[in-house]
């Protein structure tokens, strides 16, 4: 079993950067792609960004691509979302999730984490 736990949101002023953090637990993380998503309140979740856990390869979303940087912490098993130059536009809540690499479906999901921009 996979667990993840968000963490690093808050209330912040357009312009500026956040880092979160994915805590993950669980075996054979190696087999693993791990992806941040987020909601808007009425929404449904959206991509962001994905890493695969074995090579460090990533995928972002168009709207994030040269903001937003995904990495991952193999002594620390923790993922991160750099995002910089926050927008009003990215206030959501923030989810990491976690799929098997050879599937398409993420199986996995943490609590969420808000972040909410101000402009």
């Known amino acids: 079993q996979v667990q993840l736990v968000e963490s690093g949101g808050g209330l912040v002023q357009a312009g500026i950067s956040l880092r979160l953090s994915c805590a993950v637990s669980g075996r054979t993380l190696s087999a693993y792609d791990m992806g941040w998503f987020r909601q808007r309140p009425g929404k449904e979740h959206m991509f962001v960004a994905r890493?695969?856990?074995?090579?460090?390869?990533?995928y972002y979303a168009d709207s994030v691509k040269d903001r937003f940087t995904i990495s991952r912490d193999n002594a620390e098993n923790t993922v991160y979302l750099q995002m910089n130059s926050l927008k009003s536009d990215d206030t959501a809540v923030y989810y990491c999730?976690?799929?098997?690499?050879?599937?398409?479906?993420?199986?996995?999901w943490g609590q969420g984490t808000q972040v909410t921009v101000s402009s």
């Open positions: 890493i695969r856990w074995s090579d460090g390869s990533t």
């Open positions: 999730a976690a799929k098997i690499r050879s599937t398409s479906a993420y199986n996995y």
